[in-house]
């Protein structure tokens, strides 16, 4: 058991490369409106500087990124503009962050900078579970239904 | 296996047997369910500034799967004050065990009602309106009060806790769960029980259930009147392993995997809707009545009452013709439901984890202004911020749904006779716990 968790943590926490890409300029329009981003889901390199146009099509709407400290507030019909660098690698939720309405709360959209890396950890740790699993029964009796 | 019997202190002993410590706790959840009815009327139609909406869905239904379930089993009906006021009726007292002369017809629940079907389909309802419910304070209130009502109602009508038994969606919730939870009453000695002729347990027991018989904590209420009532201090209530209800020789039914199922298909569709970044989603799931939200129901019907069942049924059958003994499908259905049970609570812990973790922070400010009306009972109504995933909470679900993944395999072999009939449970597992990971980390 000790060896499962030895290894669970090594594929948590052990540093993998990402693939290199060039940092690029972008510039990205989001449109605000009840209770929606759009796009909802992005994808950048990492080094990549972001410049986010948000857009408010109905009421105030707020764009809020998750481990960024990134925030945007657009007033309806308007335009907010803000710059960020994307240092941090991995997924990241941005969500709205004036209150818009009843399903304001769940306003959330998805960034994601190069690979999403904890996905293909959760798999394998997965594969890692059922292995354990399977080894802590073996010599365990087994059932008649 | 090990259990620790905390009757055997004193001190417990003598706290479990008092009614006084259960009624003060019930008179707290009382006082706040009726006050969050209140504040949900009341209140402001904004749903992060009114208690009712932070504090059931956000600060209840939160501590109810990471503390209640995982912890104490069904701890939490013991102090649900749902079923209060018609069992004060019932009673005719306050403080009164059952068997007094109270109000009520005290007819049997009917026979083909029993079974957890219906609260499956509560657990469904809330599924397909919860977009609805969970965001409007007044319908959340509206919910409340009927189901309040209702619980009276029926225990006018009925004997004993006919709504938590076969109504309550969160009672089916907790029931399912609570067979992997580390809390049990069981009898000390068999012998004692087959001795005593009066039953007054079984009388006593508000939820029907005869300790003798108890083989699952799914239909237990740990209301302790069993234990106040017997005469040879013959009730125990253990702290035992987690899963202890999960094993190749407990019984399991048909309904119970069913619930389970529902369970898990809620656990993907909420996960979707209030997670994911599909706005059109979230607007179909809440624009209750339009062609959108007929789509979104069919989907979500379609999941809980298709795809997964017939996952779950392709991995039940699979394994049963791998067996060296073959049962019919319905027993190999009721028999493997054991294996959801596991998936489905660390399922439910994960999507908590996401939900909480960044909405927590809206708990104190509605405490300290709790109908928003601006408030700052506690200096803190100006302090509730947007929230944020920490990749601390990112990694903890990831590590979560393993432990589900880890322990329902795990559950799959202890119930199979050999690790080759367990694979298509584990396959079924292994691709429901992919499918939320993708959800909540994808």
Known sequence: ?145 | MTRLDLTRSPRALALLRSRWPQFLLRAITLAGFVFTILSGLMGSVVGSHNFAIIFVWIAWWTTLKLVFIPFGGRSWCSICPIPLPGEWLQNGGILQPRGGTGFGLGKRWPRFLKGSWMQAGGFLLIGLFGAMTLTSAKITAIVLLFILILALALSLVFERRSFCNYLCPIGGFTGLYAQAGPVELRVKDVDICAAHSEKTCYTACPWGQYPLALKSSANCGLCMECLRVCPSDNIAVNLRPWGSDLGPKTKHRLDEAFLGLVMLASALVDSAVFLGPWGQLKSAAYAIGSPAWFLFSGSFLLTALGILPGLYLGAAWAANRLGTTHVNLRQSLAHYSQVLVPLGLMAWIAFTISFAFVKFGYVLPAVSDPLGWGWNLIGLSKTAGVGEATSFSLNLQVAILMVGLYWSSRVACRISETIRQAAPLIAFSGLFTLAMLWLLVG
């Open chain 1, 1 to 145: 058991m000790l060896l499962f968790i030895g290894m669970s943590l090594l594929i948590f926490f052990a540093p993998l490369p990402q693939p290199v890409q060039i940092p690029k300029d972008r510039l990205i329009r989001i449109e605000a409106s009840s209770f929606q981003f759009i796009p909802g889901e992005i994808q950048i390199n990492p080094g990549d500087r972001v410049t986010v146009e948000l857009v408010s099509t109905d009421v105030v709407h707020g764009f809020s990124l998750d481990g960024y400290s990134f925030e945007l507030k657009a007033d309806p019909g308007q335009t907010a503009t803000g710059t960020f660098t994307a240092g941090k690698a991995g997924v990241f939720r941005f969500r709205c962050s004036v209150a818009c309405g009843n399903l304001h709360p769940f306003m959330i959209g998805k960034l994601q900078v190069g690979v999403n890396l904890l996905l293909f950890r959760g798999i394998a740790l997965g594969l890692l579970a059922i292995a354990a699993a399977l080894v802590s029964l073996r010599k365990a009796p087994r059932r008649r239904m």
